[in-house]
């Protein structure tokens, strides 16, 4: 007795070949349009879709599958004699086999296309198709992509199609329609925070271990939305890993936030270790190797320029993980890949987040993404800062958002020299920043706080150790006393009204 398959794709790689195995194992081809017309041409024996439905294609081929010809021969359960009697009544043929890939709406969500022709791009029939056969799993295998191919004919070369495969196929079906729906609710709702979470993310690749090596990963990005992390291209080294890929995007948020300015900056362990501003490449590297040159090893290096040959030297001076940039000089690749391990990426978009999201148990936390910076700073001490000084609070401002709270910045203006992180106090945090800098460094010094002085402790030791300016959010119950403390020490000390916790 005669199986038969509805094809129907927008994909047509290697289909061919698989319609002449199914036919070869006497199933009838069901197709429609363009996928009937490239297996006719290929010496096939398809029906065309409207030959079962009786029915035409219309309104520009929306409708074409959604008929009960169809999808009563999808869903009609072999076991139940009911469904049986009112299959043969309608007289409907049963299929046995669908294969099915939807419009490329992933690939146009994201592109400059107008509302209106994005819709188009919008699939009915296909998911419909695919739902229908994956809930009657049992009777009918779904198919949603070419790698499904091989698998299918060498189960069918040895027997049947095993009910494993056929129940995880039908998964794959729900897994890629939730995706493409939440993709297409996401382009119309347009909310921040919808009734329902929309997450569509497509497996880029298994990752070797996550975090830790007992730990598993995949990294996956996103069908909708640009970002840097989501096409760069990887010039040389090794694969990447979990804990590279979030120090890369750490790395090259901190970069985005210089637009006008060449920046370098380094991450080791999800921390900013380096951060500088410069005249050339090779000067702006070398001034953030310079704020911590132990730290930096086997750290990430990411710069908002195209790397030279002397820069690329430079680099390979010390064991890197992964050097990021615009662009490289076709001599600085050829040193960088001397490097066999050295991860070399080109990154070619900006930061575009605009929400970060974190998992807690049974839950998310979803918040909109840290990109401001506060327009009302104030001084709101006696002496006022140099317009040097202020510049320089603001370069040191634009770091210390990026390490974990508690969290200080001491700068030049130019170099982060001393950054304190992670601390369960903002003493500490400031004692191990300003420590740090003084290792190197023998100037005028400026001190950032991601968050408000809780005591004047932090002020006082500040003048003790000859920081020259301040800049925090202020918001404590206790600024007066900051602030009577700046002033006794004519230290000048900006409120910006703005946190940057980064927990």
Known sequence: MKKRVLISVSDKSNLIEFAQFLESKNYEIISTGGTFKHLKEAGLKPIQIDEITEFPEMLDGRVKTLHPKIHGGLLALRENSEHMKTIENHEI???????????????NAGSEKSLAEKIEFIDI?????LRSGAKNFKDVVVLTGVKDYDLIQKEMENGEVSFETKKKLAGKVFNLTSAYDAAISKMLLEEEFPQYLEASYKKVSDLRYGENPHQKAAYYVSTVENGAMKDFEILG???????????????????????????????????????????????????????????????IVGMNFK?????????NKTFLEIVAATDFDDDALEILKK???????????????????????????????????????????????????????LFSQRIVKYVKSNAIVVSNGTQALGIGGGQVNRIWATEQAISRAKEKFSGDLVLASD?????????????????????????????????????????????????????
């Open 125 to 129: 029939g296909g998911p419909s198709m």
């Open 237 to 299: 080294g090794k694969e990447l890993s979990f804990n590279n890929l979030r120090d890369l995007d750490l790395c090259w948020k901190v970069v985005n936030e210089f637009k006008n300015e060449m920046v370098c900056c380094a991450v080791k362990h999800s921390t900013p270790c380096g951060v500088a501003v410069g005249n050339s490449e090779l000067e702006t590297y070398k001034k953030a190797f310079e704020c911590d040159p132990m730290s930096i090893f086997g750290g």
């Open 339 to 393: 490097k066999k391990n050295l991860r070399i990426i080109k990154i070619k978009n900006t930061v575009s987040d605009a929400q970060t999201w974190v998992k807690i148990d049974g839950g998310m936390l979803v918040q909109s993404a840290d990109n401001q910076f506060s327009e009302d700073i104030k001084c709101v001490t006696e002496t006022q800062p140099t317009e040097t000084q202020k510049s320089a609070l």
């Open 93 to 107: 043929g049963l299929i046995d086999m669908v294969i099915v890939n939807l419009y490329p709406f992933f690939e």
């Open 307 to 315: 790397v030279n040959a002397k820069t690329a030297e430079e680099l």
């Open 451 to 503: 968050a408000f002085f809780p005591f004047r402790d932090v002020v006082d030791f500040c003048a003790k150790e000859g920081i020259t300016a301040i800049i925090q959010p202020g918001g404590s119950m206790k600024d007066s006393e900051s602030i009577e403390a700046a002033d006794e020490h004519k230290i000048p000390m900006l409120f910006t009204g703005m946190r940057h916790f980064f927990h």
